[in-house]
Structures are given as C-alpha cells and as structure tokens.
C-alpha cells in the first residue's frame, strides 16, 4: 500500500462541510456573545461599550441607521439580543436541529452580528467580519440545500474568501519592511494589547529564530492560495500551517476568537479541494456527509 494511500486525509461531503462550518461559525457568535456580556458587567469596561461615545464613530451613518443603532445600543436591547444570540449559536451546535431552524438561527446571528458590532467597535480585530460573512454565506446555502450547485457556490465563496484573507495579509506584512527585517514581531510581542513577556524575551533571546518565524509567516500566508492546485493535495497541510498559527496567536496575542472564526472556513476549504470536487459526478451527487 502506498504511503499516500495509508495517510489520506479524509474530507467531508457537501452536507457535513455545510453543518461544520455553521457548528464552528457558531462557537465563534457563542463565544462574543458570552464575552460581550460579561463586559457589561465589569465597571472598567463601561467606557469600551458606551454607546454614548462610540456612536461618534458612526456620525456619517443616515438618520434612519442610526436611529436603530441608538436603540440597539440601549444596555437593556444590547443585553436581550447578546442572549438571544447565544441561544441561537446553542441550536446550531444540536447535531439534529430541523433545516429551517438552522436556517432561521444562522440568519439570525449573521444578521444581529451587524447591529451590536457597533458598540463593540473596539477590539473585535475582523474574527467577527469573518464569523458575520461564513455564518450568512452558510445560512443563504441552508435555504438552498435542495440546491446543490448553490449550497456548492456557498461552500466556493467561503473557502476562496479565506484563502484571499489569507493572502491579502501577507502581501500587507510583505509590504511593510518591519516583517521582511523581522522587527514586526518583536515589535508587537512588546505592546501591552497583543505583547507577551515570555515570547518577547524569546525574540531578544533568538533574534534569528525571530526572522525566521517572520518570514515564515509571511511565506505562508502569502502561498496560502496553493491549497487550490495539485488537486488539493497541499489543503490539509496548509490549514495544519494556518490552525497552528492561530492557537499560538490566541496564547501568545490573545486572539482567541480568531481561531474559531478561521476554522470555520475549513470544512468549505477541504470540500472544494477534494479530488472530485465540484464540476464532477460524484461532486454533484446527492447531500452525503
């Protein structure tokens, strides 16, 4: 038997990859949810989630938004439809939850996600951008899952968009002289938000190690879009890369919301770079997990 043959990654058909990525998508929605009211309840925080001062941010908005963003931010809405949120990331994670539920819960958190992300304005770091596009990308493919080509199209848009994320960060960092010298990283682990003492020391310690975890970043994220070519045999090492690159982001920076907003673009990555991805027989054929 053939080494390739015995470490075959498995991947997941059109109905699982929609159901894993709506499951992840929701760990993401349930997990700032949670952290938004538990904000609430800390004094300290009260200046982060006031919408009295925020609402500035949003001056150029039309009368209309913002009268709906004035009543979203009062504590006691803001607070009701936080919960409602984590009710309805807890009916996405129920395996046998009906099509029209998940439908109706994912909608429901894509589209809430957009009227309290203004007050939490500050420190969202685009894991909720990410978490709002995969979660009604896959609430619009769970309205169509009669539809294969559609629910394939969702499982497309998603998959590419994570690649362009991606992407488009490394060509940002490879345009920023900072991470090609290798003082970026160094540079970050040093601020009180994202910093950590440990790791910074590290980079002072192995300077050299540093470049080249630096360039390693860089490397990755902007070869990222390979998952595509060789018949997606490069996929499940590139997310290995990408989801190990994460869990160290959410030890080190903290970024912990980040690691589920990614991951739920996984399942889409690893159905449409199967062998017989779309286009085929077997591609197209019925909704298999």
């Known amino acids: 038997m053939r080494w390739s043959g015995r470490f075959r990654v498995p991947r997941p058909g059109r109905a699982r990859a929609l159901t894993t990525t709506e499951q992840i998508s929701a760990i993401t929605h349930l997990v700032a949810a949670l952290e938004s009211l538990t ?9 982060l989630v006031d919408w009295n001062l925020v609402r500035e941010e949003f001056a150029w908005a039309p009368p209309p938004v913002q009268r709906v963003l004035d009543f979203v931010g009062r504590p006691r809405v ?4 936080q919960i409602a949120r984590v009710a309805a990331a807890a009916t996405l994670l129920v395996p046998s939850t009906g099509r029209r539920t998940r439908a109706a819960a994912g909608s429901f958190l894509a589209l809430s996600s957009l009227v309290v992300n203004p007050r939490q304005h500050f420190g969202t770091d685009g894991s909720d951008q990410v978490a709002f596009t995969v979660q009604g990308v896959a609430a619009v493919a769970r309205l169509s899952e009669r539809q294969p080509k559609v629910v394939d199209a969702c499982l497309w848009f998603i998959a590419l968009q994570s690649a362009l994320s ?5 060509v940002t960092k490879l345009a920023g002289p900072g991470w090609r010298s290798g003082e970026a990283l160094p540079g970050i682990l040093r601020t009180e938000i994202y910093g950590d003492e440990g790791a910074y020391r590290l980079t002072q310690r192995f ?4 470049k080249y975890v630096s360039h390693g970043v860089l490397l990755f994220e902007c070869a990222f879009p390979v998952i595509f070519v060789a018949k997606g045999r490069t996929a499940p090492l590139m997310l290995a890369v990408s989801g190990s690159f994460h869990l160290v982001n959410a030890r080190v920076m903290g ?6 907003a990614f991951f739920s673009t996984y399942p889409a990555v690893l159905y449409v770079t199967r062998p017989n991805r779309i286009g085929t027989a077997e591609g197209l054929r019925g909704h298999q997990g």
């Open 39 to 47: 904000i609430e309840r800390r004094a300290h925080n009260a200046p």
């Open 78 to 81: 803001s607070r009701s439809i």
């Open 166 to 170: 991606y992407f488009a960060a490394g």
């Open 207 to 210: 300077p050299e190690l540093s």
């Open 255 to 260: 970024l912990s919301r980040f690691v589920w």
